[in-house]
């Protein structure tokens, strides 16, 4: 999805956080993101999914933990998850 896809279904969340990203009809979990070294972080406490929006070595993303959800600028060498919508 592109950014203002992502932005679209995290503003149709019953909340703006990982509970309503899970609560969601995609059920985006918390499955953390892989650090520039290799290692998986935040696992089980964050989400991080890629969007097709690029701008040279970034991309956007669309981030949630406990308390919030929002679009961020990302570095392409972070491993962030990946979910299709369907047009």
Not at 42 to 47: A, D, E, H, K, L
Not at 61 to 78: E, H, I, P
């Amino acid at each position: 999805p592109t950014e203002a896809e992502w932005d679209a279904e995290r503003l149709s969340w019953g909340s703006n956080n990982m509970y309503g990203a899970f609560a969601s009809p995609l059920k985006l979990p918390v499955a953390g993101l892989r650090s520039n070294v290799g290692s998986l972080d935040n696992v089980g406490s964050y989400g991080s999914y890629w969007s097709s929006t690029v701008s040279g070595p970034s991309a956007r993303t669309l981030d949630f933990g406990s308390s919030s959800a929002y679009m961020r600028n990302d570095y392409r060498v972070y491993g962030a998850s990946v979910r299709c919508i369907k047009d």
